[in-house]
């Protein structure tokens, strides 16, 4: 398994801008789908956005849609979230996870198909 260290999160005002980033350690990001997932307090864990290493490919959830963008980094071996127009309803606990699918096309958006895991990091968004 690949490991996950996240970093980037903070507090932030209503309509500012959080990069958060996630570098893979112990191997590369090659043949993995990697993406973000949050959880606010008292809610299950969501889906937020995903990208297929390999070729680019990328997912939204549709709250982010216009607002977040993932990308990767080949050379750093690092993927990133620029979260922009942040709302209060933003406000949670960001991971960064990793599935492992060679060769797939496909982005799996339920967190139990990701099998590796960063710590978390907090992104608040003040009202």
């Known amino acids: 398994q690949v490991r996950l260290v996240e970093s980037g999160g903070g507090l932030v005002q209503a309509g500012g801008s959080l990069r958060l980033s996630c570098a893979a350690s112990g191997r590369t990001f090659t043949g993995y789908v990697t993406g973000w997932f949050r959880q606010a307090p008292g809610k299950e864990r969501e889906f937020v956005a995903a990208i297929i290493w390999s070729v680019g490919i990328t997912n939204y959830a549709d709250s982010v849609k216009g607002r977040f963008t993932i990308s990767r980094d080949n050379a750093k071996n690092t993927v990133y979230l620029q979260m922009n127009v942040l709302k209060p309803e933003d406000t949670a606990v960001y991971y960064c996870?990793?599935?492992?699918?060679?060769?797939?096309?496909?982005?799996?958006?339920?967190?139990?198909?990701?099998?590796?895991w960063g710590q978390g990091t907090q992104v608040t968004v003040s009202s």
């Open positions: 996870a990793a599935d492992y699918a060679p060769g797939s096309m496909g982005i799996r958006t339920t967190w139990d198909r990701y099998e590796s």
